[in-house]
């Protein structure tokens, strides 16, 4: 019923044309943990569901797994079809006075902060969640990791991690109120259309990175500083 669920389906690498078979039997074929299944699809469906003793039983590297596909399909996906979109528009709905450059150079501007943030949580967020995972599951931390644990904890994360609607929202204002009626109606809305997806998409996104990583880290990061003292 959610059609906005159909690309989070295809991130966990599950095609259409899955007949009458049950959410349990299509997880089994493609050996995606059912419950890790379930957790994410109501996370994005429902921005309130978050039952939290649930979630102690997926790996961090679950998570950060399917985070990392999450980045991959913004940027080798949704971006490079967003900017096509852009480009065509700026071609065939304004004319040059109109001054719709603007519109690309917006959306080079959020797609560059999307592209930084993405990177930082790839090489350094991640990375930092998995060893940490790692010397949990070992019972047993090493100086390395306490140092980077004082130095750069998950909770320096949290707070550093800025929101990525700042200039989407810019980029859509411009759309709408403040360049002239279109030529071309239905590719004009159609761009609204995937910046309005787009925004959703991320804002889900960062909630699992917020709501679902950062406690699980914080829980290990404290365990593991009790054993060091
Ligand atoms: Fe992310
Ligand atoms: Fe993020």
New binding site residues.
């Given amino acids: 019923m959610n059609y906005l669920l159909i690309s989070v389906i295809n991130r966990f690498g599950i095609e259409l044309g899955f007949r009458d078979k049950s959410v349990l039997e299509i997880c089994r074929e493609h050996h995606i943990d059912v419950r890790f299944f379930l957790e994410i699809v109501n996370a994005f469906h429902d921005k309130d569901y978050f039952p939290d003793e649930d979630l102690q039983v997926f790996s961090i590297q679950l998570i950060v797994d399917y985070?990392i596909k999450?980045?991959h399909f913004y940027l080798d996906e949704k971006i490079p079809e967003i900017e096509n979109l852009i480009e065509k528009m700026v071609h065939e709905c304004y004319n040059q006075k109109d001054n719709p450059n603007l519109l690309k150079k917006f959306f080079n501007e959020y797609k560059e902060e999307l592209i930084n943030?993405?990177r930082r949580?790839d090489e350094v967020v991640f990375p930092y969640a998995i060893q940490v995972e790692k010397a949990f599951n070992r019972e047993k931390t090493d100086p390395n990791l306490e140092k980077q644990m004082k130095m750069y904890s998950i909770t320096n994360y949290m707070n550093e991690h800025d929101n990525l609607e700042e200039k989407l929202f810019d980029l859509k204002n411009i759309i709408i109120k403040y360049l002239p009626p279109p030529k071309h109606r239905s590719l004009c809305n159609k761009v609204l259309f995937e910046l309005f997806n787009l925004e959703k998409d991320i804002n889900d996104?960062?909630r699992i990175?917020e709501k679902v990583l950062v406690p699980k880290v914080i829980t290990m990061e404290t365990h593991l500083q009790q054993l060091s003292n």
């Fill in positions: 985070l999450t980045h943030h993405t949580e996104h960062s990175e």
